[in-house]
């Protein structure tokens, strides 16, 4: 767990957001044990930015994985830390990969963090 919300601390480094000026790091565990990271990258048209969740997300498809176990989260304004929960986008993008249990770890540091599910987050999301 420690190394998944160290990894995302290190994603949040890269984040492009001079808009919001909330800088967003992810962690995504594949099940055969690979890690891929995300940050946000942000749009002066402000609708194209994309969540580092989705970053990582996409990021892993685009290289053949889609089986994953968890995902760390860590972000606030420079030099804070909150720990960001998922935005809606973001669920529904996880519900198309994940199942129920998978794991979103909101991570102030590597010692302060919450634990949800996915169906805990997003209950009935859409599927087809
Ligand atoms: N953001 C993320 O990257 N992930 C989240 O979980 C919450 C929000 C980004 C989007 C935007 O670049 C900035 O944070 C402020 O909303």
Redesign the pocket.
């Known amino acids: 767990m420690k190394d998944l919300i160290n990894a995302a601390i290190n994603a949040r480094k890269f984040?492009y957001?001079p808009?919001?000026h909330?800088?967003?790091g992810?962690a995504l565990m594949c099940s055969d044990g690979t890690v891929y990271t995300g940050?946000?990258?942000?749009n002066a048209a402000y609708g194209p930015?994309?969540?580092?969740?989705?970053?990582a997300i996409f990021k892993a498809v685009s290289e053949g994985k889609r089986d994953f176990v968890r995902i760390a989260?860590v972000?606030g304004e420079k030099g804070q830390s909150v720990a960001?929960?998922?935005?809606g986008v973001?669920r529904q993008v996880m519900s198309e990969f994940c199942s129920q249990d998978f794991e979103i770890v909101m991570a102030k540091s590597e010692d302060d963090y919450e634990v949800m599910t996915l169906g805990e987050l997003l209950p009935r999301g859409f599927e087809l």
């Open positions: 984040s957001s808009y919001s909330f800088e967003v992810a940050c946000n990258v942000e930015s994309n969540c580092a969740e989705r970053t989260i972000g960001p929960t998922p935005c973001c």
